[in-house]
């Protein structure tokens, strides 16, 4: 009889945890198809998380990719984020693998509307990629006059800002950014994006000289800014 009972309890509990898998087995599903990646790695994420045997919710790519192995990690972001570091003008040219490494670097955020991201006078020390929904960019009108209106600019899938913290340790912002519509974020820190460069001397040396012509108003740091034109290619910036 109690053998029953233990095996009874064995086998629901088997079910409840092999049903938990499947449940995250299609959130993972869901949310790479959300983020159009490949179907060979999905199978490959697929197969390992089956094995992994692990029942937590993976609608989102950070817990996603928490669950993952290094090599897989390292595939999936770069699927998921590629097309959006090389819209940065920077990293247009740079070689894939030092592409990849930045992917694998950033971290990802859940922004719900009316959040604030970052606030005005802090000192940016991160480049973030808005991966889906819309931000909303307020600055004060340039003119500086007493009846200027603060300016809103919409930043939508695709776009970033905090181009300037790769650049220098002591910018501030003189904008601060609000969640418009519930949105996904990948946020590149500074010191993570000189940590993947300084294992490229080549690289390394070239953002050197950019960032010297920055300093000498040879080269605007204004150019790396996000605008609909940059996926175009209307900028003079060179990449690294």
């Not at 809103?152 to 950014?177: C, K």
Request: charged share 20%.
């Amino acid at each position: 009889y109690s053998g029953f009972v233990v095996t009874s309890t064995s086998s629901a509990l088997k079910f409840i945890f092999d049903d938990g898998v499947e449940t995250q087995v299609r959130d993972a599903v869901s949310c790479m198809n959300a983020h159009k990646v490949s179907a060979l790695l999905q199978r490959r994420v697929e197969h390992f998380l089956r094995k992994q045997k692990k029942g937590e919710s993976m609608l989102v790519p950070s817990k996603l990719l928490a669950v993952l192995s290094p090599s897989i990690q390292k595939e999936l972001s770069l699927e998921l984020l590629s097309s959006l570091l090389l819209s940065f003008p920077l990293f247009q040219d740079a070689p894939e693998s030092f592409v990849a490494q930045l992917a694998q670097a950033h971290m990802w955020a859940q922004a719900l509307t009316g959040e604030l991201v970052v606030e005005e006078g802090q000192v940016e020390q991160e480049l973030i990629f808005v991966v889906s929904g819309s931000l909303m960019m307020l600055q004060d009108d340039p003119s500086g006059t007493a009846d200027a209106e603060v300016q809103e600019v919409i930043l939508g899938a695709g776009s970033w800002f905090g181009e300037h913290s790769l650049f220098s340790t002591d910018t501030t912002r003189q904008y601060a950014v609000v969640v418009e519509v519930d949105a996904e974020l990948a946020v590149l820190k500074a010191v993570e994006y000189h940590r993947v460069l300084e294992q490229y001397p080549k690289l390394r040396r070239q953002h050197a000289l950019i960032t010297k012509a920055v300093s000498k108003q040879r080269l605007d740091i204004r150019d790396l800014a996000y605008s609909a034109s940059k996926e175009t290619g209307g900028t003079e910036m060179h990449g690294i």
